[in-house]
């Protein structure tokens, strides 16, 4: 199983980006699948999760009207829309899958992490 995350990058604040997870070796639909990230010197932090019943579960309300998660089932792919992005969305973002539910912090299967930087 693996699950590669692409999109990251530097944005400035206000910005958006789209981040990627595409999966091989299991299929997306049938799991629960979300974000997490960890901000500098900080744990690692669940983002948002999408249950096996595609029920979207937000862990901060501070993303809740800001990203939006997605899943492209013909791709196998997942994805995680940022917009008006803030200095404080700065982490490494992990895309995670898990056989039984949401979890913040823990998933069966991890992506790599890839950086989101927002600076002017």
């Known amino acids: 199983v693996q699950l590669v995350e692409s999109g990251g990058g530097l944005v400035q604040p206000g910005g958006s980006l789209r981040l990627s997870c595409s999966a091989s070796?299991?299929?997306?639909?049938?799991?629960?699948i979300g974000w997490s990230r960890q901000a500098p010197g900080k744990g690692r932090e669940g983002v948002l999760c999408?249950?096996?019943?595609?029920?979207?579960?937000y862990y901060s309300d501070s993303i809740k009207d800001r990203f939006t998660l997605s899943i492209d089932t013909d791709n196998n792919t997942m994805y995680l829309q940022m917009n008006s992005l803030k200095p404080e969305d700065t982490a490494v973002y992990y895309c995670?899958?898990?056989?039984?539910?949401?979890?913040?912090?823990?998933?069966?299967?991890w992506g790599q992490g890839i950086q989101v930087t927002v600076a002017s």
């Open positions: 999408l249950s096996r019943l595609k029920e979207i579960t």
């Open positions: 070796g299991i299929k997306l639909y049938a799991y629960a």
């Open positions: 995670g899958a898990d056989s039984v539910g949401c979890a913040q912090t823990y998933y069966d299967y």
